[in-house]
């Protein structure tokens, strides 16, 4: 029996069956990285479709796996590795203390806290934190760092015990991890039980618009179950007692990442700054509150993989080798939706000690060490982690000085 559930409703409003508008077939859990011991087992695969909610517009999975099946005791995802996320979330911590005037009395709680690579920076400046990360190595490593760490899914439930313990939140951090809830309501129904009268939350995600605009297929895997606009995300809020107080953009974060500030309804600080309804204007008139707007993102879609599967194969033709970068979730989603496996492509390297000796889902792609690229230095070099892509190239300018070449595949398929 499949483990995968058919949506029936929209997870956000609750009203009617979103409707599909993105196929990428069936493909295996994108984290599942498979063991050198495990490589003649078959993969469990699953459909990734994408569907639109046509009452409150939020974008979502058409069909959805339990949470403890994909962030397990494996789960490889570790933040640190990424040093423009570091620096990403350095900033984000200081703009925090001084517009909050965050002191020794604050407490700062962030929802998913990974390895602990944001919350530390608070500590460092004596700002009490606490983190909630589900999923065993992220939280170990955290603790490891000096991070206290509750190993536990967040929501309504988790938020009313902390409560009940005395705790409330000055700030509620949730970078890159509401696309990974699959109850929304009780996720953001916790914010509002665990938030001060005065506090602020803060929320990160890769923005619909982005996606849409750069043919960002590859950030659909089984772990996002939604993919937000503004639209959404102020709907949502609302439903839960909360307003949007304001909407930053950071156009080179991962594809394209929004902000979003929300604080109590009727609050003191509940003023919201004109980058509300300047960007819910930018996002109607760019068409995310209506079907149409998704009609051809398919076409698009399918597109890229033809360009894409097109410049390997005539490639290898040649007698070129290529490697690729990046052993993240958005390149299992690429390669194994757009039928590329170990006969275009000779491995993957990636930074993540955690990944390494492993294998790709579905396309078998052995994850090495960056410095394999000098060592066995293949002409071409996919960036399957394209959203930090000058990061990469930056890392591997030794590969680049003896003639090593890059391919970008999003938003079409590049040479550097």
């Known amino acids: 029996m499949s483990l995968a559930t058919e949506v029936t409703t929209c997870r956000s409003c609750g009203d009617t069956r979103p409707r599909m508008f993105l196929s990428l077939g069936s493909t295996p859990i994108a984290n599942r990285l498979v063991r050198a011991d495990a490589l003649d087992a078959v993969d469990p695969s699953f459909p990734l479709e994408v569907g639109f909610c046509e009452t409150c517009a939020l974008v979502q999975l058409t069909h959805v796996l339990p949470a403890d099946q994909i962030f397990d005791e494996d789960y490889p995802y570790f933040s640190s590795f990424s040093d423009m996320l570091v620096r990403h979330a350095e900033k984000?911590?200081?703009?925090?203390?001084?517009?909050?005037?965050?002191?020794?009395?604050?407490?700062?709680?962030?929802?998913?806290?990974?390895?602990?690579?944001?919350?530390?920076?608070?500590?460092?400046r004596g700002i009490p934190v606490l983190g909630i990360e589900p999923t065993p190595g992220p939280a170990a490593a955290a603790r490891e760092v000096g991070v206290p760490t509750r190993e536990e899914f967040f929501g309504a439930e988790v938020a009313q015990r902390l409560v009940d313990e005395g705790l409330r939140a000055d700030v509620i951090i949730a970078n890159n991890v509401m696309a990974h809830v699959p109850d929304l309501n009780s996720f953001v129904e916790g914010f509002s039980i665990l938030l001060?009268?005065?506090?602020?939350?803060?929320?990160?995600?890769?923005?619909?618009?982005?996606?849409?605009?750069?043919?960002?297929?590859?950030?659909?895997?089984?772990?996002?179950?939604?993919?937000?606009?503004?639209?959404?995300?102020?709907?949502?809020?609302?439903?839960?007692?909360?307003?949007?107080?304001?909407?930053?953009?950071?156009?080179?974060?991962?594809?394209?990442?929004?902000?979003?500030?929300?604080?109590?309804?009727?609050?003191?600080?509940?003023?919201?700054?004109?980058?509300?309804?300047?960007?819910?204007?930018?996002?109607?008139?760019?068409?995310?509150?209506?079907?149409?707007?998704?009609?051809?993102?398919?076409?698009?879609?399918?597109?890229?993989?033809?360009?894409?599967?097109?410049?390997?194969?005539?490639?290898?033709?040649?007698?070129k080798t290529v490697a690729a970068y990046g052993a993240a979730a958005k390149g299992a989603t690429l390669l194994n939706s757009s039928g590329i496996t170990n006969e275009q492509?000779?491995?993957?390297?990636?930074?993540?000690?955690?990944?390494?000796?492993?294998?790709?889902?579905?396309?078998?792609?052995?994850?090495?060490?960056?410095?394999?690229?000098?060592?066995?230095?293949?002409?071409?070099?996919?960036?399957?982690?394209?959203?930090?892509?000058?990061?990469?190239?930056?890392?591997?300018?030794?590969y680049a000085s003896r003639g090593g070449k890059f391919i970008v595949p999003v938003p079409r398929p590049v040479v550097l």
Not at 249 to 271: D, I, K, Q
Not at 282 to 308: K, P
């Open 345 to 398: 492509l000779d491995f993957v390297v990636d930074r993540n000690v955690h990944k390494q000796g492993k294998y790709m889902p579905g396309a078998r792609l052995p994850i090495v060490p960056p410095e394999t690229l000098v060592e066995r230095q293949p002409d071409y070099l996919l960036l399957l982690a394209w959203n930090v892509r000058n990061e990469i190239m930056a890392q591997q300018a030794e």
């Open 92 to 124: 984000h911590v200081i703009d925090l203390i001084e517009s909050r005037n965050l002191g020794p009395d604050s407490l700062v709680v962030e929802v998913a806290s990974n390895d602990g690579y944001l919350l530390k920076a608070f500590i460092e």
């Open 196 to 319: 001060k009268d005065d506090g602020v939350v803060s929320v990160e995600n890769p923005g619909l618009g982005a996606m849409l605009a750069h043919t960002e297929f590859d950030t659909v895997y089984h772990e996002h179950f939604c993919y937000f606009s503004t639209i959404a995300v102020e709907a949502l809020m609302r439903r839960h007692g909360l307003a949007l107080v304001g909407v930053t953009e950071f156009p080179e974060l991962h594809g394209g990442t929004l902000r979003w500030r929300a604080a109590r309804a009727g609050a003191a600080s509940t003023v919201p700054n004109e980058s509300v309804e300047r960007t819910l204007a930018a996002e109607r008139a760019a068409g995310l509150d209506s079907f149409e707007r998704f009609g051809s993102f398919g076409a698009e879609v399918n597109e890229l993989q033809t360009q894409l599967r097109a410049l390997l194969t005539d490639l290898k033709a040649q007698g």
